[in-house]
């Protein structure tokens, strides 16, 4: 099955369909565009002339190839013949079934069906069409033109060949596709829960603001901090789909809805569109607070451990001692300790000890609980020490943890490959890692180990290590 010269019918003349419709358009195909709306073809037609001479002005595209590009695409007042049909309806199970079987009414056996959904099973709207093999889901990211990401989901029906054939069709329009099993959430909506969810537990639990908690994750790499991020997203949006999430999985544990975002969206507090979520807008996020630190005099410090860590701390600190076969990693000195977390609270050790997060970037903030002198240390790394209460796994490593269990899972139960889940949450979600990436750096036995404290400490479902982990740690 080839659709590389297919032309194309895409509904839904919104903010996704006018991006597909202008991608396939600059990749050579005749596309149909149509709205039920009254005039909202021709009205985002005009739009994407707007945006293809914007285009044009900053010299990223010719005049030729723009006008060209604009030509292709055709406003109609009815559904239409097409090889691939790409929907970008709205996201309700019973409309997505009437239009399918609207199209199959109309469209050619051999035509394939492309649904953008982002979190209805493929497995479900195929029920009731007459060649479920054709369905397949074509979910892209916004916007669309600039978005590399295509996951391409299979639902129980789809045929092989129809999903291999959208595979193939994205990377000719210069994506980068992945293949996904219809599960909730697909790849990134699922694999991403973690990073709004141990947040929203962190600040259940009081360990640290808001801004801390932002500030820590940006330095770790990621471009916006979770609450700064959710503040963007809408409260209101970003709780429904944990819901719906949630509700998907039967109610396990790991997806469990926040009380804290419930009363933002209770209180109206959503975010940059109501001019308050966790915080007020436009100001955003306040600045931290420079810190003041004086480390501790020390006859004799010492460092701990091995691998690339302990060689920066050796490297910042010349003049101290090397501790190799340490089973931890970090600075000591006169009976106090320095310690990268595993899991455990800094109140679990002597005093005058410091538990510090993982630090993935070489300068920023950086969390830390216990004892506040050893942690001025870390300034000498160029880390920023911010204090939180005394938590298994601070915030960047429980995060990271987390998402690295889900990722495992996902690969687990067959949603996607290693390959597939780093790709994806790199381009789908910006993050500053894979995974799966994260998990050879960190070390599969160091995940499970800190997954594990964290459910002793929380005794429940949330924290349970993926078989698929445990086995990389054998």
């Known amino acids: 099955m080839n659709l590389n010269d297919s032309r194309i019918l895409v509904v839904g003349a919104g903010l996704m369909g006018a991006g597909i419709a202008q991608v396939a358009a600059q990749a050579g195909h005749d596309v149909a565009l149509f709205d039920a709306r009254a005039g909202a073809a021709e009205a985002a037609k005009a739009k994407l002339a707007q945006t ?28 239409a013949p097409a090889g691939l049909v790409i929907e970008a309806i709205v996201e309700n199970l019973e409309v997505k079934r ?45 916007p669309v ?29 210069g994506k980068t596709p992945v293949h996904a099993r219809s599960t909730p959430g697909f790849i990134v909506n699922r694999i991403a829960r973690p990073y709004y969810a141990e947040t929203l537990m962190l600040l259940q639990d009081r ?25 963007l997203i809408g409260h209101d949006t970003n709780f429904a789909v944990t819901n719906s999430v949630f509700a998907a999985n039967f109610f396990d544990r790991r997806f469990t809805p926040s009380l804290v975002q419930q009363e933002l969206v209770d209180a109206g507090f959503l975010g940059r569109k109501s001019g308050r979520g966790f915080y007020r807008y436009p100001e955003g996020a306040p600045a931290l607070p420079a810190v003041q630190v004086q480390a501790p005099r020390a006859a004799r410090l010492v460092v701990h451990g091995r691998g690339a860590l302990a060689e920066r701390f050796a490297g910042a600190v010349p003049e101290a001692a090397r501790e190799l076969d340490s089973d931890w990693t970090g600075l000591s000195a006169d009976g106090r300790q320095l310690r990268l977390t595993d899991g455990r609270r800094a109140a679990e050790f002597a005093p005058g000890t410091a538990v510090f997060d993982l630090p993935l970037a070489p300068a920023g903030d950086i969390a830390y609980a216990g004892d506040a002198g050893p942690a ?3 300034t000498r790394l160029g880390l920023t020490p911010r204090a939180m209460a005394d938590l298994p796994g601070l915030v960047v490593a429980r995060t990271i943890a987390m998402l690295v269990n889900e990722a495992a899972d996902a690969v687990q139960q067959g949603v996607c490959d290693e390959a597939g889940a780093d790709a994806a ?12 990436e994260w998990l050879t750096l960190w070390g599969a036995g160091a995940v499970a ?25 054998t």
């Open 52 to 79: 293809l001479d914007g285009l044009v002005a900053k010299g990223r595209l010719d005049r030729e190839a723009a006008s060209a590009a604009l030509a292709r695409i055709r406003p109609v007042e009815a559904l």
């Open 207 to 231: 360990a640290a603001t808001p801004e801390v908690i932002d500030a820590c994750l940006r330095a770790a790499g990621f471009r916006m901090g979770p609450c700064e991020l959710m503040d």
């Open 425 to 436: 949450m790199k381009l789908g979600v910006n993050y500053p890692a894979g995974p799966f």
């Open 98 to 142: 009437a239009l399918f079987a609207e199209l199959e009414a109309l469209l050619p056996d051999e035509a394939v069906i492309a649904t953008n959904t982002s979190s209805i099973s493929v497995t479900a709207l195929a029920r009731g069409m007459k060649k479920p093999g054709r369905l397949v889901g074509m979910h892209f990211f916004n």
């Open 376 to 378: 001025t240390w870390l």
């Open 449 to 473: 180990a800190l997954l594990d404290r964290l459910d002793h400490h929380y005794r429940g479902e949330r924290y349970r290590v993926s078989p698929y982990l445990l086995n990389r740690t």
């Open 145 to 173: 033109p600039l978005m590399k990401l295509v996951e391409v989901v299979s639902g129980l029906g789809t045929a092989p060949e129809a999903a291999q054939a959208v595979f193939e069709l994205a990377a000719r329009w």
